[in-house]
């Protein structure tokens, strides 16, 4: 028997999208790659050059620059494409353009034949997820959202760093918009097994404002790194790495998407940042976290936010 082949198909070459395809070709998750952009001379240069890169690469990958054509046989669809966030814009400032853009990137893809599995990255991604699941027609457990994967690495490497101890033995989530109204979930952060409360019992160093600082950093790390160098690429690339392999290996490994929300959280009909359980058939189920009282209210308010954002985008579409 043939061993199955596996498709990605990547819509938008720009700082993230070639990131991504650096990734995942140094990681050797997928058979084949297909680049797919408007500036299609930038698509077959980072075809070429990342070719020139297989000798040294784990497994072999087929990859080359293609049309919309090439997604109905790809099993996922990773869409970086859009329009960037600029130095002093929220995330949020970006949602009609690149809604407009997506209706016509999403239509393409649909005629193509697609029928796998969706990840969105551009910003703002929880709504341009949403815009994807409805311009696609696809069941809502297909179309993922990057969502604050990033967010909580970035939450977990300040932790790990501030109590000197290996980022991936902290586990912590920020959930909510991938944005400014995002929250972290204290009530449920821990280091190896011992929640952050008890850890920072008896150690005089630590304090209540150094760790809201560190969620302050959390929140505003990408305005920090836009200032420095322009945009934020490598470590969302690396997040969208990581999500690919969940889905492609079928891992139901457990990672904060933005998913759909049917009642969980006590919230409807919106696509936000949330643990969610992800494996080859998209999001198999949402964590449902039990949040405290503040956590609640935060998580509401992200959401209103979010909705308040979309209503009168959506009413025009």
Known sequence: MLKRVNRVALIGTGFV???????????GITEELVLIDLNKEKAEGDAMDLNHGLPFAPTRTQIWYGDYQDCGDADLVVIT?????????????????????????????????????????TNPVDILTYAVWKFSGLPKERVIGSGTILDTARFRFLLGDYFDVDTRNVHAYII????????????????AGTSISEWTKNKDAVNKEDLNQIFLNVRDAAYHIIERKGATYYGIAMGLVRLTKAILRNENSVLTVSAYLNGE????????????????????????????????????TSVKVLKETMEPVFKNI
């Open 17 to 27: 999208g070639s990131s991504y395809a650096f990734a995942l070709l140094n990681q």
């Open 176 to 191: 909510g918009e991938h944005g400014d109204t995002e929250l972290p979930v204290w009530s449920h952060a821990d280091i």
């Open 265 to 300: 959280y006590g919230q409807n009909d919106i696509y936000i940042g949330v643990p969610a359980v992800v494996n080859r058939k998209g999001v198999r189920e949402v964590v449902e976290l039990e949040l405290n009282d503040v956590e609640k209210e935060k998580f509401s």
């Open 81 to 121: 494409a859009g329009a960037n966030q600029k130095p002093g814009e929220t995330r949020l400032d970006l949602v009609e353009k690149n809604t407009k853009i997506f209706k016509g990137i999403v239509s393409e893809i649909m005629a193509s034949g697609f029928d796998g599995i969706f990840l969105v990255a």
